[in-house]
Nanobody, 114 residues
Framework: QVHMVESGGGSAQAGGSLRLSCAPSEIISTRNAYAWYHQAPGAEREMVAALYPSGVTRYADSVKDRFIISRVNVQSSVDLLMTTLKPEDTGRYFC????????WGQGTQVTVSS
């Protein structure tokens, strides 16, 4: 069954950077936006960045001007460059189609220490 696969998480100091990547386990054709979601410990999953087929991007206020979502082409992964990391960015990050998700992957853990 096709599902999302995330990678690139790890540990970083506050102020540091990490890059996450995701892609479907199989090539899929979609007109939906791709989005990255953050699930902090004990909290619900929330969207932090979205990339629409037109190239338009949207960011949650909490990550605006610090995170960049990008994709080179429709055959490449969807990346999330995380800069100026804060301890509150700690959590598990997931990627999926926005509005019409396919089965979720396991996500990738990000831990930011102060």
């Amino acid at each position: 069954q096709v599902h999302m696969v995330e990678s690139g998480g790890g540990s970083a100091q506050a102020g540091g950077s990490l890059r996450l990547s995701c892609a479907p386990s199989e090539i899929i054709s979609t007109r939906n936006a791709y989005a990255w979601y953050h699930q902090a410990p004990g909290a619900e999953r929330e969207m932090v960045a979205a990339l629409y087929p037109s190239g338009v991007t949207r960011y949650a206020d909490s990550v605006k001007d610090r995170f960049i979502i990008s994709r080179v082409n429709v055959q490449s992964s969807v990346d999330l460059l995380m800069t100026t990391l804060k301890p509150e960015d700690t959590g598990r990050y997931f990627c999926n189609l926005h509005g019409s998700p396919i089965p979720w992957g396991q996500g990738t853990q990000v831990t930011v220490s102060s």
